[in-house]
Protein backbone atom coordinates (compact mmCIF):
# COMPACT_ATOMS: atom_id res chain seq x y z
CA UNK A 1 0.00 0.00 0.00
CA UNK A 2 2.54 2.29 0.61
CA UNK A 3 4.77 1.49 -2.47
CA UNK A 4 1.03 2.45 -4.41
CA UNK A 5 0.65 5.51 -2.25
CA UNK A 6 4.26 7.13 -2.70
CA UNK A 7 4.74 6.01 -6.54
CA UNK A 8 1.49 8.11 -6.94
CA UNK A 9 2.27 10.79 -4.74
CA UNK A 10 6.22 10.76 -6.58
CA UNK A 11 5.25 10.59 -9.88
CA UNK A 12 2.52 13.60 -9.52
CA UNK A 13 4.52 15.75 -7.69
CA UNK A 14 7.23 15.61 -10.24
CA UNK A 15 4.66 16.53 -13.40
CA UNK A 16 3.72 13.49 -14.97
CA UNK A 17 0.34 13.41 -16.58
CA UNK A 18 -1.57 12.32 -14.43
CA UNK A 19 -3.63 9.99 -16.81
CA UNK A 20 -0.17 7.71 -16.73
CA UNK A 21 0.51 8.58 -12.90
CA UNK A 22 -2.69 6.70 -12.06
CA UNK A 23 -2.28 3.60 -14.13
CA UNK A 24 1.33 3.52 -13.44
CA UNK A 25 -0.19 3.74 -9.41
CA UNK A 26 -2.68 1.22 -10.18
CA UNK A 27 -0.02 -1.49 -12.04
CA UNK A 28 2.58 -1.04 -9.13
CA UNK A 29 -0.60 -1.84 -6.89
CA UNK A 30 -1.59 -5.04 -8.95
CA UNK A 31 2.07 -6.37 -9.23
CA UNK A 32 1.99 -5.87 -5.17
CA UNK A 33 -0.74 -8.23 -5.08
CA UNK A 34 0.38 -12.04 -4.02
CA UNK A 35 3.94 -10.36 -5.38
CA UNK A 36 4.23 -12.84 -9.07
CA UNK A 37 2.31 -10.13 -10.97
CA UNK A 38 0.06 -12.13 -12.42
CA UNK A 39 -2.60 -9.50 -11.70
CA UNK A 40 -0.93 -7.33 -14.15
CA UNK A 41 -2.98 -9.22 -16.83
CA UNK A 42 -6.05 -7.38 -15.39
CA UNK A 43 -4.83 -3.87 -16.29
CA UNK A 44 -6.36 -3.56 -19.88
CA UNK A 45 -9.19 -5.22 -18.89
CA UNK A 46 -9.96 -2.84 -16.27
CA UNK A 47 -8.40 -0.14 -18.46
CA UNK A 48 -11.05 -1.00 -21.10
CA UNK A 49 -13.70 -1.50 -18.52
CA UNK A 50 -13.53 1.79 -16.88
CA UNK A 51 -14.70 3.52 -20.07
CA UNK A 52 -17.45 0.30 -21.88
CA UNK A 53 -20.93 2.50 -20.11
CA UNK A 54 -22.84 4.36 -22.54
CA UNK A 55 -23.67 7.30 -20.22
CA UNK A 56 -19.71 8.30 -20.99
CA UNK A 57 -20.95 8.86 -24.78
CA UNK A 58 -23.46 11.97 -23.56
CA UNK A 59 -20.49 13.88 -23.12
CA UNK A 60 -18.28 14.33 -26.41
CA UNK A 61 -21.61 15.29 -27.68
CA UNK A 62 -22.05 17.98 -25.03
CA UNK A 63 -18.33 19.37 -25.85
CA UNK A 64 -19.03 19.04 -29.77
CA UNK A 65 -22.35 20.81 -29.55
CA UNK A 66 -20.62 23.66 -27.63
CA UNK A 67 -17.50 23.55 -29.90
CA UNK A 68 -20.30 24.28 -32.45
CA UNK A 69 -22.60 26.96 -30.86
CA UNK A 70 -19.43 28.73 -30.19
CA UNK A 71 -17.86 28.57 -33.83
CA UNK A 72 -21.27 30.13 -35.11
CA UNK A 73 -20.97 33.40 -33.23
CA UNK A 74 -23.31 32.67 -30.46
CA UNK A 75 -21.09 33.65 -27.84
CA UNK A 76 -21.47 37.52 -29.04
CA UNK A 77 -25.54 37.21 -29.86
CA UNK A 78 -25.52 36.37 -25.79
CA UNK A 79 -23.53 38.69 -24.71
CA UNK A 80 -25.25 40.93 -26.89
CA UNK A 81 -28.74 39.82 -24.98
CA UNK A 82 -26.70 39.92 -21.25
CA UNK A 83 -25.73 43.79 -21.68
CA UNK A 84 -29.19 44.73 -23.15
CA UNK A 85 -30.83 43.46 -19.71
CA UNK A 86 -27.76 44.63 -16.75
CA UNK A 87 -25.59 46.75 -18.70
CA UNK A 88 -27.23 49.90 -17.80
CA UNK A 89 -26.43 49.03 -14.03
CA UNK A 90 -23.31 50.69 -12.26
CA UNK A 91 -20.77 48.01 -13.39
CA UNK A 92 -23.24 46.93 -16.15
CA UNK A 93 -20.32 44.72 -18.19
CA UNK A 94 -19.05 42.47 -15.32
CA UNK A 95 -23.24 42.02 -14.65
CA UNK A 96 -23.72 41.29 -17.95
CA UNK A 97 -20.64 38.76 -17.94
CA UNK A 98 -21.87 37.45 -15.01
CA UNK A 99 -25.29 36.52 -16.60
CA UNK A 100 -24.15 35.39 -20.31
CA UNK A 101 -22.30 32.87 -18.17
CA UNK A 102 -25.35 31.62 -17.22
CA UNK A 103 -26.90 31.67 -21.11
CA UNK A 104 -23.48 30.51 -21.89
CA UNK A 105 -23.80 27.37 -19.51
CA UNK A 106 -26.58 25.74 -21.19
CA UNK A 107 -24.41 25.08 -24.17
CA UNK A 108 -21.12 24.18 -22.76
CA UNK A 109 -20.47 21.58 -20.07
CA UNK A 110 -17.00 22.81 -19.42
CA UNK A 111 -15.75 26.22 -17.30
CA UNK A 112 -12.48 26.29 -19.06
CA UNK A 113 -14.45 26.45 -22.55
CA UNK A 114 -16.61 30.32 -21.21
CA UNK A 115 -12.92 31.09 -19.56
CA UNK A 116 -11.69 31.12 -23.12
CA UNK A 117 -14.73 32.46 -24.72
CA UNK A 118 -15.48 35.25 -22.53
CA UNK A 119 -11.63 35.87 -21.99
CA UNK A 120 -11.04 36.51 -25.71
CA UNK A 121 -14.03 38.65 -26.19
CA UNK A 122 -15.64 40.16 -22.93
CA UNK A 123 -12.38 41.34 -21.24
CA UNK A 124 -11.00 43.29 -24.24
CA UNK A 125 -14.45 44.96 -24.31
CA UNK A 126 -14.39 45.54 -20.22
CA UNK A 127 -10.75 47.24 -20.31
CA UNK A 128 -11.62 49.31 -23.32
CA UNK A 129 -15.01 50.07 -21.08
CA UNK A 130 -12.48 51.22 -18.12
CA UNK A 131 -13.03 47.90 -15.94
CA UNK A 132 -9.16 47.08 -14.47
CA UNK A 133 -7.82 43.73 -16.44
CA UNK A 134 -7.32 41.70 -13.22
CA UNK A 135 -10.90 42.26 -12.25
CA UNK A 136 -12.27 42.26 -15.74
CA UNK A 137 -10.51 38.29 -15.79
CA UNK A 138 -11.66 37.87 -11.86
CA UNK A 139 -15.27 38.89 -13.23
CA UNK A 140 -14.91 35.96 -16.14
CA UNK A 141 -13.50 33.26 -13.59
CA UNK A 142 -15.92 33.57 -11.08
CA UNK A 143 -18.42 33.04 -14.37
CA UNK A 144 -17.04 30.47 -15.39
CA UNK A 145 -17.88 28.52 -13.12
CA UNK A 146 -21.66 28.44 -13.75
CA UNK A 147 -21.08 26.72 -16.79
CA UNK A 148 -20.12 23.42 -15.05
CA UNK A 149 -22.88 23.64 -12.41
CA UNK A 150 -25.97 24.67 -14.90
CA UNK A 151 -26.73 21.43 -16.68
CA UNK A 152 -25.64 20.48 -19.52
CA UNK A 153 -21.91 19.41 -17.45
CA UNK A 154 -19.15 17.01 -18.18
CA UNK A 155 -18.86 16.51 -14.20
CA UNK A 156 -22.08 15.28 -13.50
CA UNK A 157 -22.01 13.06 -16.64
CA UNK A 158 -18.81 11.92 -15.14
CA UNK A 159 -19.95 11.40 -11.56
CA UNK A 160 -23.56 10.01 -12.48
CA UNK A 161 -21.98 7.26 -14.68
CA UNK A 162 -19.16 6.15 -12.73
CA UNK A 163 -20.94 6.21 -9.11
CA UNK A 164 -24.68 5.03 -10.42
CA UNK A 165 -26.09 7.80 -10.18
CA UNK A 166 -29.02 9.51 -12.40
CA UNK A 167 -27.54 11.75 -14.68
CA UNK A 168 -30.66 14.14 -15.17
CA UNK A 169 -31.14 13.84 -11.08
CA UNK A 170 -27.66 16.03 -11.08
CA UNK A 171 -28.82 18.30 -14.18
CA UNK A 172 -32.11 19.00 -12.27
CA UNK A 173 -30.11 19.66 -9.29
CA UNK A 174 -27.22 21.99 -10.41
CA UNK A 175 -30.45 24.70 -11.88
CA UNK A 176 -30.69 26.48 -8.73
CA UNK A 177 -27.22 26.53 -7.09
CA UNK A 178 -25.95 27.75 -10.41
CA UNK A 179 -28.41 30.40 -10.77
CA UNK A 180 -27.79 31.54 -7.03
CA UNK A 181 -23.78 31.79 -7.99
CA UNK A 182 -25.20 34.06 -10.54
CA UNK A 183 -26.97 35.96 -8.60
CA UNK A 184 -24.45 36.57 -5.42
CA UNK A 185 -21.60 37.13 -7.53
CA UNK A 186 -24.06 39.99 -9.05
CA UNK A 187 -24.65 41.38 -5.75
CA UNK A 188 -20.86 41.20 -5.01
CA UNK A 189 -20.52 43.49 -8.25
CA UNK A 190 -23.09 45.91 -6.97
CA UNK A 191 -21.65 46.11 -3.82
CA UNK A 192 -18.34 46.94 -4.96
CA UNK A 193 -19.42 48.66 -7.88
CA UNK A 194 -18.95 52.28 -5.67
CA UNK A 195 -16.13 51.56 -4.14
CA UNK A 196 -14.09 50.15 -6.65
CA UNK A 197 -15.53 52.66 -9.03
CA UNK A 198 -16.41 50.77 -11.50
CA UNK A 199 -17.57 52.49 -14.83
CA UNK A 200 -21.19 52.63 -14.82
CA UNK A 201 -23.24 51.27 -17.77
CA UNK A 202 -24.92 52.18 -20.74
CA UNK A 203 -28.26 54.01 -21.51
CA UNK A 204 -31.12 51.85 -20.75
CA UNK A 205 -32.48 50.42 -23.87
CA UNK A 206 -35.77 50.53 -24.79
CA UNK A 207 -37.97 47.38 -25.13
CA UNK A 208 -37.46 47.25 -29.17
CA UNK A 209 -33.80 47.16 -28.42
CA UNK A 210 -34.09 43.75 -25.72
CA UNK A 211 -36.51 42.01 -28.24
CA UNK A 212 -34.06 42.29 -31.01
CA UNK A 213 -30.92 40.82 -28.50
CA UNK A 214 -33.79 38.67 -27.21
CA UNK A 215 -34.67 37.69 -30.99
CA UNK A 216 -30.64 37.71 -32.81
CA UNK A 217 -29.93 35.18 -29.51
CA UNK A 218 -32.80 32.72 -29.34
CA UNK A 219 -31.54 30.10 -30.99
CA UNK A 220 -28.76 29.22 -28.62
CA UNK A 221 -31.32 30.18 -26.03
CA UNK A 222 -33.45 27.18 -27.29
CA UNK A 223 -31.23 24.44 -27.18
CA UNK A 224 -29.99 24.30 -23.37
CA UNK A 225 -34.42 24.53 -22.97
CA UNK A 226 -34.38 21.76 -25.52
CA UNK A 227 -32.08 19.21 -23.58
CA UNK A 228 -33.12 19.97 -20.48
CA UNK A 229 -36.67 19.83 -21.23
CA UNK A 230 -36.03 16.06 -23.07
CA UNK A 231 -34.04 15.02 -20.42
CA UNK A 232 -36.08 15.91 -17.39
CA UNK A 233 -39.42 15.21 -19.13
CA UNK A 234 -37.82 11.99 -19.10
CA UNK A 235 -38.03 11.40 -23.37
CA UNK A 236 -34.49 11.24 -23.53
CA UNK A 237 -31.73 9.75 -22.19
CA UNK A 238 -28.56 12.65 -21.49
CA UNK A 239 -26.91 10.69 -24.27
CA UNK A 240 -29.72 11.20 -26.34
CA UNK A 241 -30.26 14.63 -25.76
CA UNK A 242 -26.82 15.65 -26.19
CA UNK A 243 -26.43 13.86 -29.73
CA UNK A 244 -29.74 16.04 -30.38
CA UNK A 245 -27.89 19.16 -29.67
CA UNK A 246 -25.12 18.37 -31.68
CA UNK A 247 -28.00 17.89 -34.72
CA UNK A 248 -29.32 21.50 -33.41
CA UNK A 249 -26.34 23.26 -33.25
CA UNK A 250 -25.23 21.84 -36.61
CA UNK A 251 -28.11 22.85 -38.40
CA UNK A 252 -27.50 26.53 -36.81
CA UNK A 253 -24.06 26.73 -37.84
CA UNK A 254 -24.66 25.76 -41.19
CA UNK A 255 -27.75 26.67 -42.29
CA UNK A 256 -29.49 29.41 -39.96
CA UNK A 257 -25.50 31.46 -38.83
CA UNK A 258 -23.83 30.06 -42.06
CA UNK A 259 -20.49 30.05 -39.65
CA UNK A 260 -19.15 27.03 -40.11
CA UNK A 261 -17.45 25.37 -42.75
CA UNK A 262 -16.33 21.78 -43.36
CA UNK A 263 -12.88 22.93 -42.45
CA UNK A 264 -14.22 24.62 -39.23
CA UNK A 265 -16.32 20.95 -38.59
CA UNK A 266 -13.21 19.24 -39.31
CA UNK A 267 -10.85 21.38 -36.58
CA UNK A 268 -14.36 20.95 -34.08
CA UNK A 269 -14.04 16.85 -34.36
CA UNK A 270 -10.33 17.03 -34.14
CA UNK A 271 -10.87 19.23 -30.92
CA UNK A 272 -13.43 17.02 -29.45
CA UNK A 273 -11.37 13.85 -30.10
CA UNK A 274 -8.76 15.31 -28.39
CA UNK A 275 -10.75 16.83 -25.10
CA UNK A 276 -12.29 13.55 -24.54
CA UNK A 277 -8.84 11.50 -25.46
CA UNK A 278 -7.41 13.57 -22.22
CA UNK A 279 -10.38 12.91 -20.03
CA UNK A 280 -11.16 8.94 -21.18
CA UNK A 281 -7.04 8.62 -20.30
CA UNK A 282 -7.71 9.88 -16.48
CA UNK A 283 -11.17 7.83 -16.41
CA UNK A 284 -9.32 4.31 -18.17
CA UNK A 285 -6.15 4.72 -15.86
CA UNK A 286 -8.29 5.72 -12.99
CA UNK A 287 -10.33 2.58 -13.02
CA UNK A 288 -6.63 0.44 -12.82
CA UNK A 289 -6.14 2.07 -9.54
CA UNK A 290 -9.66 1.65 -8.69
CA UNK A 291 -9.88 -1.97 -8.88
CA UNK A 292 -6.67 -2.52 -6.55
CA UNK A 293 -8.05 0.21 -3.92
CA UNK A 294 -11.72 -2.41 -3.78
CA UNK A 295 -9.47 -4.82 -3.90
CA UNK A 296 -7.75 -3.55 -0.66
CA UNK A 297 -11.04 -1.83 0.55
CA UNK A 298 -9.41 1.52 0.92
CA UNK A 299 -12.89 3.64 0.25
CA UNK A 300 -14.31 1.64 3.71
CA UNK A 301 -10.77 2.14 5.18
CA UNK A 302 -10.90 5.78 4.40
CA UNK A 303 -14.86 6.30 5.08
CA UNK A 304 -13.53 4.53 8.48
CA UNK A 305 -11.03 6.79 9.12
CA UNK A 306 -13.33 10.11 8.88
CA UNK A 307 -15.91 8.39 11.24
CA UNK A 308 -13.45 8.25 13.99
CA UNK A 309 -12.80 12.20 13.80
CA UNK A 310 -16.39 12.39 14.36
CA UNK A 311 -20.04 10.82 13.73
CA UNK A 312 -21.40 14.02 13.05
CA UNK A 313 -22.78 14.67 9.21
CA UNK A 314 -22.31 18.41 9.52
CA UNK A 315 -18.57 17.78 10.75
CA UNK A 316 -18.12 15.10 7.56
CA UNK A 317 -19.76 17.37 5.88
CA UNK A 318 -16.74 19.93 6.32
CA UNK A 319 -14.08 17.81 6.36
CA UNK A 320 -15.35 16.66 2.76
CA UNK A 321 -15.58 20.03 1.86
CA UNK A 322 -12.21 20.92 3.05
CA UNK A 323 -10.32 17.99 1.84
CA UNK A 324 -12.05 18.78 -2.28
CA UNK A 325 -11.13 22.56 -1.74
CA UNK A 326 -7.40 21.61 -0.61
CA UNK A 327 -6.71 19.40 -2.99
CA UNK A 328 -8.65 21.19 -5.86
CA UNK A 329 -6.10 23.97 -5.04
CA UNK A 330 -3.34 21.34 -6.88
CA UNK A 331 -4.95 19.08 -9.40
CA UNK A 332 -7.15 18.97 -12.03
CA UNK A 333 -10.71 18.60 -11.08
CA UNK A 334 -11.42 15.68 -13.59
CA UNK A 335 -8.84 13.39 -12.10
CA UNK A 336 -9.46 14.47 -8.56
CA UNK A 337 -13.26 13.74 -9.26
CA UNK A 338 -12.56 10.57 -10.69
CA UNK A 339 -9.94 9.48 -8.17
CA UNK A 340 -12.36 10.90 -4.74
CA UNK A 341 -15.74 10.05 -6.20
CA UNK A 342 -15.50 6.41 -4.94
CA UNK A 343 -14.29 7.38 -2.00
CA UNK A 344 -16.46 9.95 -0.83
CA UNK A 345 -19.44 9.06 -1.71
CA UNK A 346 -20.06 6.27 -0.04
CA UNK A 347 -18.77 8.28 2.85
CA UNK A 348 -21.76 10.86 2.40
CA UNK A 349 -24.51 7.88 2.22
CA UNK A 350 -23.05 7.02 5.37
CA UNK A 351 -24.24 10.16 6.92
CA UNK A 352 -27.65 9.92 5.35
CA UNK A 353 -26.78 12.32 2.52
CA UNK A 354 -29.05 11.72 -0.81
CA UNK A 355 -26.63 10.51 -4.03
CA UNK A 356 -27.76 13.73 -5.69
CA UNK A 357 -27.67 16.22 -2.84
CA UNK A 358 -23.60 14.60 -2.47
CA UNK A 359 -22.95 14.67 -6.13
CA UNK A 360 -23.75 18.48 -6.68
CA UNK A 361 -22.01 18.96 -3.63
CA UNK A 362 -18.84 17.31 -4.61
CA UNK A 363 -19.22 18.86 -8.39
CA UNK A 364 -19.94 22.22 -6.94
CA UNK A 365 -17.19 22.39 -4.97
CA UNK A 366 -14.55 21.07 -7.64
CA UNK A 367 -16.14 23.54 -9.54
CA UNK A 368 -14.98 26.33 -7.28
CA UNK A 369 -11.32 24.82 -7.06
CA UNK A 370 -11.16 25.95 -10.51
CA UNK A 371 -10.40 29.39 -9.91
CA UNK A 372 -8.45 29.29 -6.68
CA UNK A 373 -4.37 29.62 -7.31
CA UNK A 374 -1.96 28.06 -7.97
CA UNK A 375 -3.72 25.47 -9.83
CA UNK A 376 -7.47 26.75 -10.92
CA UNK A 377 -7.89 25.94 -14.93
CA UNK A 378 -9.49 28.85 -15.53
CA UNK A 379 -7.19 31.11 -14.04
CA UNK A 380 -4.66 29.16 -16.09
CA UNK A 381 -6.88 29.90 -19.48
CA UNK A 382 -7.64 33.49 -18.45
CA UNK A 383 -4.12 34.37 -17.79
CA UNK A 384 -3.09 32.87 -21.29
CA UNK A 385 -5.86 34.30 -23.11
CA UNK A 386 -5.46 37.74 -22.16
CA UNK A 387 -1.89 38.36 -20.62
CA UNK A 388 -2.60 38.83 -17.02
CA UNK A 389 -0.79 37.86 -14.24
CA UNK A 390 -2.31 34.83 -11.88
CA UNK A 391 -1.47 36.80 -8.98
CA UNK A 392 -3.25 39.47 -9.87
CA UNK A 393 -6.51 38.34 -11.03
CA UNK A 394 -6.41 36.36 -7.73
CA UNK A 395 -6.30 39.80 -5.40
CA UNK A 396 -9.66 40.57 -7.13
CA UNK A 397 -10.86 36.94 -7.15
CA UNK A 398 -11.42 36.82 -3.45
CA UNK A 399 -15.11 38.33 -2.93
CA UNK A 400 -16.47 35.70 -5.46
CA UNK A 401 -14.86 33.62 -3.99
CA UNK A 402 -15.80 34.39 -0.42
CA UNK A 403 -19.52 34.48 -2.05
CA UNK A 404 -19.49 31.22 -4.05
CA UNK A 405 -17.77 29.20 -0.83
CA UNK A 406 -21.43 30.74 1.14
CA UNK A 407 -23.07 29.52 -1.96
CA UNK A 408 -21.22 25.69 -1.67
CA UNK A 409 -22.27 26.03 2.38
CA UNK A 410 -25.91 26.74 2.00
CA UNK A 411 -25.77 23.68 -0.94
CA UNK A 412 -24.18 21.80 1.46
CA UNK A 413 -26.10 21.70 4.45
CA UNK A 414 -29.37 22.39 2.85
CA UNK A 415 -30.78 19.97 0.82
CA UNK A 416 -33.99 21.02 0.05
CA UNK A 417 -32.07 23.79 -2.43
CA UNK A 418 -30.63 21.12 -4.95
CA UNK A 419 -33.30 18.33 -4.27
CA UNK A 420 -36.28 20.38 -4.73
CA UNK A 421 -36.34 20.23 -8.50
CA UNK A 422 -35.33 16.58 -8.53
CA UNK A 423 -37.81 15.98 -6.70
CA UNK A 424 -40.54 17.75 -9.50
CA UNK A 425 -39.62 15.46 -11.86
CA UNK A 426 -39.16 12.49 -9.64
CA UNK A 427 -35.47 12.23 -9.55
CA UNK A 428 -34.68 12.79 -6.34
CA UNK A 429 -36.35 10.76 -3.30
CA UNK A 430 -39.08 12.81 -1.59
CA UNK B 1 28.20 25.09 -34.65
CA UNK B 2 27.71 22.23 -37.34
CA UNK B 3 26.83 19.88 -34.73
CA UNK B 4 24.24 22.10 -33.36
CA UNK B 5 22.70 22.35 -36.80
CA UNK B 6 22.48 19.01 -36.98
CA UNK B 7 20.41 18.81 -33.54
CA UNK B 8 18.14 21.67 -34.48
CA UNK B 9 17.87 19.60 -38.39
CA UNK B 10 17.27 16.00 -36.34
CA UNK B 11 14.76 17.49 -33.74
CA UNK B 12 12.91 19.04 -36.96
CA UNK B 13 12.27 15.55 -38.70
CA UNK B 14 11.31 13.88 -35.70
CA UNK B 15 8.65 16.77 -35.12
CA UNK B 16 7.65 16.16 -38.49
CA UNK B 17 7.12 12.75 -38.14
CA UNK B 18 5.45 12.90 -34.63
CA UNK B 19 3.25 15.96 -35.97
CA UNK B 20 2.53 13.23 -39.58
CA UNK B 21 1.59 10.33 -37.47
CA UNK B 22 -0.76 12.68 -35.28
CA UNK B 23 -2.43 14.22 -38.13
CA UNK B 24 -3.09 10.72 -39.54
CA UNK B 25 -4.32 9.44 -36.03
CA UNK B 26 -6.53 12.47 -36.27
CA UNK B 27 -7.96 11.65 -39.33
CA UNK B 28 -8.75 8.16 -38.11
CA UNK B 29 -10.84 9.81 -34.97
CA UNK B 30 -12.75 12.18 -37.13
CA UNK B 31 -13.86 9.52 -39.31
CA UNK B 32 -14.70 7.49 -36.27
CA UNK B 33 -16.63 10.54 -34.42
CA UNK B 34 -18.66 11.05 -37.11
CA UNK B 35 -19.51 6.97 -37.54
CA UNK B 36 -20.64 7.45 -33.50
CA UNK B 37 -22.88 10.65 -34.15
CA UNK B 38 -24.43 8.82 -37.13
CA UNK B 39 -24.53 6.03 -35.16
CA UNK B 40 -26.46 7.85 -31.97
CA UNK B 41 -28.58 9.63 -34.45
CA UNK B 42 -29.72 6.81 -35.86
CA UNK B 43 -30.34 5.39 -32.79
CA UNK B 44 -32.76 8.49 -31.59
CA UNK B 45 -34.39 8.40 -35.21
CA UNK B 46 -35.49 4.97 -34.89
CA UNK B 47 -36.40 5.44 -31.42
CA UNK B 48 -38.75 8.66 -31.58
CA UNK B 49 -39.64 9.06 -35.54
CA UNK B 50 -39.84 5.66 -37.62
CA UNK B 51 -39.06 2.60 -35.22
CA UNK B 52 -36.64 0.20 -37.17
CA UNK B 53 -35.74 -3.09 -36.29
CA UNK B 54 -32.18 -2.10 -35.39
CA UNK B 55 -30.32 -3.25 -31.92
CA UNK B 56 -26.83 -2.53 -32.04
CA UNK B 57 -26.84 1.23 -32.01
CA UNK B 58 -26.13 0.97 -28.49
CA UNK B 59 -22.91 -1.41 -28.79
CA UNK B 60 -21.39 0.13 -31.41
CA UNK B 61 -21.43 3.66 -30.03
CA UNK B 62 -19.81 2.56 -27.23
CA UNK B 63 -17.13 0.89 -28.53
CA UNK B 64 -16.61 3.88 -31.10
CA UNK B 65 -16.70 6.30 -28.67
CA UNK B 66 -14.23 3.63 -26.75
CA UNK B 67 -12.18 3.91 -29.72
CA UNK B 68 -12.17 7.42 -30.93
CA UNK B 69 -10.95 8.51 -27.25
CA UNK B 70 -7.89 6.03 -26.98
CA UNK B 71 -6.77 6.84 -30.38
CA UNK B 72 -6.88 10.45 -29.34
CA UNK B 73 -4.53 9.53 -26.38
CA UNK B 74 -1.78 9.34 -28.82
CA UNK B 75 -1.96 12.62 -30.75
CA UNK B 76 -2.38 14.62 -27.55
CA UNK B 77 0.90 13.27 -26.50
CA UNK B 78 2.39 15.27 -29.64
CA UNK B 79 1.57 18.38 -28.43
CA UNK B 80 2.12 17.05 -24.49
CA UNK B 81 -1.30 18.03 -24.04
CA UNK B 82 -2.44 15.35 -21.07
CA UNK B 83 -2.75 17.12 -18.08
CA UNK B 84 0.11 17.03 -15.21
CA UNK B 85 0.65 19.10 -11.95
CA UNK B 86 3.57 21.07 -12.75
CA UNK B 87 4.03 23.98 -10.32
CA UNK B 88 6.87 22.28 -8.91
CA UNK B 89 8.20 21.18 -12.23
CA UNK B 90 8.70 24.69 -13.66
CA UNK B 91 10.66 25.64 -10.55
CA UNK B 92 13.67 23.16 -10.87
CA UNK B 93 16.52 24.40 -12.61
CA UNK B 94 16.84 24.02 -16.45
CA UNK B 95 19.37 20.85 -15.73
CA UNK B 96 17.23 19.25 -13.17
CA UNK B 97 14.16 20.00 -15.32
CA UNK B 98 15.79 17.85 -18.40
CA UNK B 99 16.62 15.00 -16.35
CA UNK B 100 13.26 14.98 -14.98
CA UNK B 101 11.59 15.40 -18.19
CA UNK B 102 13.51 12.42 -19.42
CA UNK B 103 12.78 10.47 -16.36
CA UNK B 104 9.04 11.20 -16.66
CA UNK B 105 8.96 10.12 -20.29
CA UNK B 106 10.71 7.20 -20.07
CA UNK B 107 8.07 5.72 -17.24
CA UNK B 108 5.14 7.05 -19.35
CA UNK B 109 6.69 4.36 -22.09
CA UNK B 110 6.89 1.76 -19.22
CA UNK B 111 3.15 2.36 -19.17
CA UNK B 112 2.59 2.52 -22.44
CA UNK B 113 4.81 -0.92 -23.46
CA UNK B 114 2.61 -2.30 -20.15
CA UNK B 115 -0.81 -1.91 -21.54
CA UNK B 116 0.29 -2.58 -25.02
CA UNK B 117 1.99 -6.10 -23.47
CA UNK B 118 -0.89 -7.32 -21.37
CA UNK B 119 -3.27 -5.58 -24.36
CA UNK B 120 -2.47 -8.09 -26.87
CA UNK B 121 -3.37 -10.95 -24.51
CA UNK B 122 -6.64 -9.19 -23.54
CA UNK B 123 -7.16 -9.28 -27.15
CA UNK B 124 -6.35 -13.03 -27.33
CA UNK B 125 -8.78 -13.66 -24.86
CA UNK B 126 -11.39 -11.78 -26.57
CA UNK B 127 -11.38 -14.46 -29.14
CA UNK B 128 -13.58 -16.49 -26.82
CA UNK B 129 -15.90 -13.77 -25.66
CA UNK B 130 -18.99 -11.83 -27.80
CA UNK B 131 -20.83 -8.67 -27.34
CA UNK B 132 -23.93 -8.59 -25.39
CA UNK B 133 -26.01 -7.25 -28.31
CA UNK B 134 -24.41 -8.14 -31.58
CA UNK B 135 -22.98 -11.14 -30.45
CA UNK B 136 -19.34 -10.28 -32.74
CA UNK B 137 -15.84 -11.49 -30.91
CA UNK B 138 -14.84 -8.89 -28.83
CA UNK B 139 -11.19 -8.58 -30.11
CA UNK B 140 -12.31 -5.61 -32.46
CA UNK B 141 -13.12 -3.67 -29.28
CA UNK B 142 -10.38 -5.04 -27.33
CA UNK B 143 -8.44 -4.12 -29.94
CA UNK B 144 -8.44 -0.49 -28.81
CA UNK B 145 -6.33 -0.77 -25.91
CA UNK B 146 -3.08 -2.10 -27.94
CA UNK B 147 -3.49 -0.05 -30.79
CA UNK B 148 -3.77 2.65 -29.14
CA UNK B 149 -0.90 1.96 -26.63
CA UNK B 150 1.52 1.36 -29.87
CA UNK B 151 0.70 4.90 -31.06
CA UNK B 152 0.90 6.29 -27.59
CA UNK B 153 4.70 4.37 -27.47
CA UNK B 154 5.74 5.88 -30.83
CA UNK B 155 4.46 9.20 -30.05
CA UNK B 156 6.27 9.39 -26.73
CA UNK B 157 9.65 7.92 -27.73
CA UNK B 158 9.63 10.52 -30.78
CA UNK B 159 8.23 13.46 -28.44
CA UNK B 160 10.82 12.69 -26.06
CA UNK B 161 14.04 12.69 -28.52
CA UNK B 162 12.63 15.53 -30.24
CA UNK B 163 12.78 17.49 -26.74
CA UNK B 164 16.22 15.91 -25.29
CA UNK B 165 17.80 17.45 -28.30
CA UNK B 166 15.82 20.70 -28.45
CA UNK B 167 16.58 20.60 -24.67
CA UNK B 168 20.36 20.40 -25.60
CA UNK B 169 20.23 23.04 -27.95
CA UNK B 170 18.52 25.52 -26.16
CA UNK B 171 18.63 25.56 -22.36
CA UNK B 172 16.14 28.34 -20.98
CA UNK B 173 13.31 26.42 -22.92
CA UNK B 174 10.95 25.11 -20.75
CA UNK B 175 8.84 21.98 -21.75
CA UNK B 176 6.41 20.48 -19.45
CA UNK B 177 5.71 16.54 -19.61
Given at each position: MIAVGLTFLVLLIV?????????????????????SGRYLTMAPDRFFAGLDLFTFLAMPFFILAGEIMNRSGITDRLIGLADALVGYLRGGMAHSNMLASVMFAGLSGAA?????????????????????????????????????TIPPSNLMVIYGSLM?????????????????ICLVCMAVIAALGRRWKLPKGSARPSLRGILIAFKDSLAALVM???????????????????????????MMGVFVYRKVSMLDLYDMLVRTARITGVIFLIIASASIIGWWMTFNQIPQAIASGFLTISDNPAVIIALILALLLAIGMFMDINALLIILAP????????????????????????????????????????????????????????????????????????PDLTLTIPRLFGLAAQ | MIESVRTASLSDKLDGVSQRLARLTDRACVVLLVLLVLDV???????????????????????????????????????????????????????????LLALVDALGLVFFLLL??????????????????????????????????????????????????????????????
Open positions: GMPIGYTLGLAGMVGMFTIGGTADAAAFGNTLVPAMVKKGYTRPFSCAVTAAGSIIGPGVSVAGLFAAGILPGLLPAMILGAILGGVATPTEAASIAVFYALVLAPLTLTIGMDPVHAGIMIVLALNISLMTPPVGACLFVLASVTGEKIERIAKSLWPFLLAQLGVLLLVAYW | WLGVFARYVWPLPITFMEEAARYLMIWVALLAVSSCIAKREHIGMQMLFVMLPASARRVLFYGIGMVERGARVSTMIYGISKQLPFAAVPVSAALAVVQLALVAWRDQLRLSANRDLVVCP
